[in-house]
């Protein structure tokens, strides 16, 4: 608990240390919607019940006090976390399941312009094939799939669209994952730019094409608003899984192999 209060104080690039002996001195200092769990009801109520606005003068509650309002489990556990003890066990974190990029264009902003639709697009499928290439050279794994969601707004009054009443609102589609298999491993420091642009323009193609096969009734140069675009890959494998390949497709290419020779 000391560690995450003390992680965000300095963000985002140096380092807060906290000594045994100045742990109640952060915590005097520490406003209480700013520790951890008790950002919402709790520590609002917390807050109001006795008049606090500092976590640390939380400790001057008797303990038999704060066990009365909160209950044995919840009182115990205000009474040591104001001390800076924590009990609760440290969660390893988990990697992350997916990869998600995405961004909001609200009022005037909203994109009426397949120009803009693609620029968009590429910058966005830029940002998704750079984050996936870290985490590959960090996690040695890949997304095998990749997922387009678009959020369509409403048209201003008096200027028509040809079927925007068949047009959903909001859509995902599936596009071929393949393009991904060309995104290699890289750190911040070591990227393949090159390489990275051109599966970023081919996902950005692939995105294109699929909005133009909902939104049918736009023409070459307009579209309904969009108010939000995003792409998402996941279901990460493993690199050694990938490198394995298909059973079934091994089986065929060797009984083919063994059908070729025995003709011969």
Not at 31 to 49: E, Q
Not at 70 to 90: A, F, H, I, N
Not at 146 to 157: A, I, P, Q, Y
Request: net charge positive; aromatic share 4%.
């Amino acid at each position: 608990m000391l560690a995450k209060i003390a992680c965000s104080l300095n963000k985002p690039n140096k380092i807060t240390v906290v000594p045994s002996e100045s742990a109640q001195h952060l915590l005097n200092y520490t406003p209480i919607k700013k520790v951890p769990n008790l950002g919402g009801k709790l520590g609002n109520d917390v807050s109001s019940r006795f008049d606090l606005k500092f976590f640390g003068a939380l400790s001057e509650i008797p303990h038999d006090a704060l066990v009365e309002e909160y209950g044995e489990k919840t009182g115990s556990w205000l009474y040591d976390l104001c001390r800076g003890v924590d009990r609760q066990p440290v969660s390893v974190r988990t990697l992350v399941q997916s990869i998600a990029c995405s961004k909001n264009f609200y009022g005037k902003s909203a994109l009426t312009q397949t120009s803009d639709v693609q620029k968009w697009l590429v910058s966005l499928a830029g940002e998704l094939v750079e984050r996936v290439a870290v985490d590959r050279g960090e996690h040695g794994r890949l997304p095998t799939s990749l997922t387009l969601h678009v959020h369509c707004g409403r048209r201003d009054k008096g200027v028509s669209q040809p079927n925007v009443a068949s047009q959903p609102p909001a859509f995902s589609r599936a596009l071929k994952p393949l393009v991904l298999a060309s995104i290699k491993g890289s750190t911040e420091q070591a990227k393949d730019e090159t390489t990275q642009a051109v599966v970023a323009e081919k996902i950005a193609k692939l995105a294109f094409t699929a909005i133009q096969s909902v939104l049918h009734g736009s023409d070459d140069k307009t579209c309904p608003p969009i108010v939000n675009l995003g792409l998402t890959a996941g279901k990460f494998r493993s690199d050694s899984a990938l490198n394995c390949g298909n059973l079934q497709e091994l089986l065929l290419t060797q009984a083919n192999k063994r059908h070729t020779q025995a003709t011969r």
